[in-house]
């Protein structure tokens, strides 16, 4: 038997397959290429001309090749069917199985409820550093453990030591929560979920415990990371009898998310703050490993308050006076004294919505005046003497000053 016949039903069934190839029928078009790869081999095997072999060669790759594609192509599609359940009545239904589209949607689903999340990530700084925040020295310790020290010096977290997965910040309201929030987030090179209540539920069934984990998966995918969870209490109440089939989902899913079997939280932290950890639900409770109870500030967190809220703005406070008002102000929460020194900022604007004569008055800056010696030698004690005349005169020029304006 000659090698014409074989190439030419090669030839035959390679028309066929591509014809199948091209009208979309694949599981054909691959039969038809493996039946026409069969015969170019017994053609090959008959061919005494070494450029025809060649050319059978080069042809039956080509072939080969597409054929492998087809192959692995209706792979992928047997793999995403899956068997139909059968019914009571022996019938087969068509709605066990998921093709690309439900793939496809799946997707879009993911990617607009990670386009939810995306506000909660912090890219800008607030610009707010650990001794900017008075007092609270426990808090702040504990924050730098959790948060700063595990990613200075990773190779110190090995074995059993290792640093808080969770920290509850609770106490009045107004002592500075949300605030040492702002400072941890500026202070850590970490990624920075800052979330509220709003954020997690929504009105659609389901949607708020796929946003649950759907931010959890964030926080893994952008480690080291941190989720701050402001008034936590609003989303974790105790359950009892009340409760909606909504709100008892989402406190299962943070529970799963936050100390889950299987869940690897490293390099994750939870920070969260209520004002009232009581309502907060027990098992909730238990995930946040270290409690710090943020109390009202003493009197040089105070002192300190005072200054920071005054900040820059021109006045003629001295250190006792900011003192004396931190003695005064005994009771007085960070946002408390926030508020009552911008209203005291404030005076001097009504004061001069109210005035119908204006002055201006210039100050000028000091120069020393020409010192005549007559012979004396100019030593250290002549500078401080000199020193503190021109001291006195600037008291002197400011007392002058304040007289005219009263006048």
Known sequence: MSNTDFLGRAIEAVKKAIEKDTAGEYEDAYQGYYQALELFMLALKWEKNQKSKDMIRQKAAEYMERAEKLKTHLTEQEDK????????????????????????????????????????????????????????????????????????????????????????????PGTGKSYLAKAVATEANSTFFSVSSSDLVSKWMGESER?????????????????????????????????????????TELLVQMDGVGRDSKG????????IPWQLDGAIRR??????????????????????????????MTADD????????????????????????????????????????????FRPCEIFFSGRTWNNTNRRIFAGECRWQGEAHTLLTRRCWSD
């Open 211 to 251: 946003l649950v984990k759907q931010l959890f998966n964030l926080a893994r995918e952008n480690r080291p990371s941190i989720i701050f969870i402001d008034e936590i209490d609003a989303l974790c109440g105790p359950r009892g009898e009340g409760e909606s089939e909504a709100s008892r989902r989402i406190k």
């Open 81 to 172: 069917k899956k068997p139909a359940a059968m019914g009571a009545n022996g019938k087969a239904s068509n709605g066990g199985g998921k093709g690309k589209d439900d793939d496809d949607e799946q997707d879009a689903d993911s990617k607009k409820l990670r386009g939810a999340l995306a506000g909660a990530i912090l890219t800008d700084k607030p610009n707010i550093k650990w001794e900017d925040v008075a007092g609270l020295e426990a808090a702040k310790e504990a924050l730098k453990e959790a948060v700063i020290l595990p990613i200075k010096f990773p190779h110190l977290f090995t074995g059993k030591r290792q640093p808080w997965k969770g920290i509850l910040l609770y106490g009045p």
């Open 287 to 316: 995930r946040f490993q270290r409690r710090v109870h943020i109390t009202l500030p003493d009197v040089p967190a105070r002192t300190r308050m005072f200054e920071l809220a005054v900040g820059s703005t021109p006045c003629e």
């Open 322 to 365: 900011y003192r004396t008002l931190a003695k005064l102000s005994e009771g007085y929460s960070g946002s408390d004294i926030t508020i009552a020194v911008q209203d005291a900022l404030m005076q001097p604007v009504r004061k001069i919505q109210t005035a119908t004569h204006y002055k201006k008055v210039y100050i000028l800056p």
């Open 268 to 275: 994750v932290l939870i920070l969260g703050a209520t004002n």
